[in-house]
């Protein structure tokens, strides 16, 4: 059983940058493919960033492209969700997640955390 925990959210102004932390336990992040997804208003959950097991595929949707960058420390055990020129439009509860089957059907989640952009 995988557990993340997220943290990092806040308040922020718009064009302001942010990160969020990813930490997670029970299977190391280099066999998972992990995303970012976030929830405001409706309760579906859109998916901003992802990364798959090997590091090396990555994607995000145009209404983040070139704003938003995922990586990972695999040492840590940490992914990770850079987020620059933030948008009122940006907020919303941001959810860490882990796709175990290389699917696409993410199988643990995160908490979630709340990213406030003022304007």
């Known amino acids: 059983q995988v557990q993340l925990v997220e943290s990092g959210g806040g308040l922020v102004q718009t064009g302001g940058s942010l990160r969020l932390s990813c930490v997670a336990s029970?299977?190391?992040?280099?066999?998972?493919?992990m995303g970012w997804f976030r929830q405001d208003p409706e309760p579906e959950r859109t998916l901003v960033a992802a990364?798959?097991?090997?590091?090396?595929?990555?994607y995000y949707p145009d209404s983040v492209k070139g704003r938003f960058i995922i990586s990972r420390d695999v040492a840590k055990n940490t992914v990770y969700l850079q987020m620059n020129s933030l948008k009122p439009e940006d907020t919303a509860v941001y959810y860490c997640?882990?796709?175990?089957?290389?699917?696409?059907?993410?199988?643990?989640w995160g908490q979630g955390i709340q990213v406030t952009v003022s304007s």
């Open positions: 029970g299977q190391t992040v280099s066999v998972l493919d």
């Open positions: 997640a882990a796709d175990k089957n290389w699917d696409g059907l993410y199988d643990y």
């Open positions: 990364i798959n097991w090997s590091g090396f595929s990555l």
